[in-house]
């Protein structure tokens, strides 16, 4: 394996060049990973692309499942990540990461309101002003003890 | 005090059912004991019933007519068989409206409580 250090302004940029087929790639992403995990950052792959980035939670919008993985919405854009969606929602607690239904996590911060619905269900809308997300009935305890006690 | 309330309600509902139990086959079904028995099925199934509202993929107005439908039939059902009424039709004529009316202010408090926690959490949104 070869590392080539290129000095350049801006922000630092890790492009890991390598055949897919190789095992040392996915050893090489998930210590990546890790490193990125331990300074409260998330690897994550913009979909469509081969491209990875390294993301501050906050940044982040929300994770939806979906078949074949986790997505995770910011700025607009979708991220692939390899994480399931428990175990996102166990390690960013803390960041304020709360799941609100079976398929979705989200980042509190990014909510900027919430909407009771007749159906009995809340909608959370969030920053961009135009996604709305449901927070069903079994996951919303759990939400309105995050937001109004912070637990 | 949350945990002995909570014991309290088990001690309740499991002595109940030993005691009225124990009672029948003692005293047998006399009068009274038999409108307990079936007052404590009908109970029983009430709870079983309340399963509806865990369900998210039923919106909560559908939930609380399924509850209304299937406790009024209980309802019905209970206080046919001790001969409240003549007949089925009198039962339901009486029951269902009373139950509708109950059921229609039960439902405007859950949205008014929902309407109210929203509230509550949009002004600590807003306060970040």
Redesign the interface.
Known sequence: MKLTFEPSAGEAEVVVRGDPGDPEVPRILAALQTAAVRQGRLLLRKAGTEREYLLEPEKIDYFSAREGGVLARAGGEDYETRLRLYELSRALRPQGFVQISKGIVVNVQAVRAVEAEFSGNYTALLRDGKTRLTISRSYMRDFRNYVLEGK | MKKVFCYLERGLAIGFLVTTVCLLLNEGANETMRQVAVWMVASMLYGAVSLV??A?AI???A?TALHLALCSLVTIAASYILGYADSLLSLLVYVFPTFLAIYAVIYLS??LS??I??R???R???A?
Request: hydrophobic share 50%; charged share 30%; net charge positive.
């Open positions: 509202f865990e998210d919106p909560l107005p939930a859950i949205f929902i309407w926690s929203a509550r959490m949009n600590k949104l807003r970040r």
